[in-house]
Nanobody, 121 residues
């Protein structure tokens, strides 16, 4: 019923930039917060950045000043502009959306399948 599809990952050299996108589609009636999380090999999944429907943002300390999250509410889409990338940013990046499916009454978290970001030194 609901799909979150990420795009924009890839291989980049340290200091470079990438832009990730995530689009939520399906029988969606309302979307609250959306965000990006990442998981490096052997590590737990961690928050990168979130954005509410009103545009309030939150960032992990490790990415503040380098990453920018944005949102298009009309398209249920978020983007993550990543600048000054470091090798430690290497991870699978996942999109998450807190949303309500049509004909239901509760909000639930939905996840995308992830996109690989690799930063070479």
């Amino acid at each position: 019923q609901v799909q979150l599809v990420e795009s924009g990952g890839g291989l980049v050299q340290a200091g470079g930039s990438l832009r990730l996108s995530c689009a939520a589609s399906g029988s969606i009636s309302s979307v609250n917060a959306m965000g990006w999380y990442r998981q490096a090999p052997g590590k737990q999944r961690e928050l990168v950045a979130t954005i509410t429907s009103g545009g309030n943002t939150n960032y992990a300390d490790s990415v503040k000043g380098r990453f920018t999250i944005s949102r298009d509410n009309a398209k249920n889409t978020i983007h993550l502009q990543m600048n000054s990338l470091k090798p430690e940013d290497t991870a699978v990046y996942y999109c998450k959306a807190d949303l309500k499916v049509r004909a239901t009454f509760i909000f639930k978290d939905y996840w995308g399948q992830g996109t690989q970001v690799t930063v070479s030194s």
